[in-house]
């Protein structure tokens, strides 16, 4: 049976709006990004400490690759990392936790930060082990 012709244009005007949804969220994300950048810095400087040390310590960095956590043991090897604004979902299937991207076709991260799926049309698609 052919699909009735307002169902289809009400699905593309969802996918137009969920685009636009996704576009002004990474915009605040980035903003938040450089809000919190700038707090910690101007908090730094009226206490006195160093602020590459109050962000490894403060502040949950993730990379596009992989999700990285502030740990007490590896301060040196995060003190070069800013905190990028880009916030990782967390969805829990199975009682597993996984983390993804909420944009086209994002990446789905298990706990030891592996890619296990994708993030594709507003749904987690998990690899097949």
Partial sequence: MKELKYCK????????????????????????????????????????????????????SQSSKSISTISE??????????????????????NITYYYEKKALGNVYNNSSKIVGVYKDNKVILNEE
Avoid: H, W
């Fill in 9 to 60: 244009k009400i699905k593309q005007e969802v996918g137009t709006f969920s685009e636009l949804i996704d576009s002004y969220c990474l915009k605040m994300n980035q903003e938040f990004a450089k809000r919190m950048n700038q707090l910690v810095e101007d908090i730094a400087a009226g206490e006195n400490l160093d602020p590459k040390m109050l962000k490894s310590k403060y502040i949950k």
């Fill in 73 to 94: 043991e590896t301060p040196e090897e995060l003190n070069s990392e800013e905190f990028n604004g880009e916030l990782l979902e967390v969805i829990k299937i199975n």
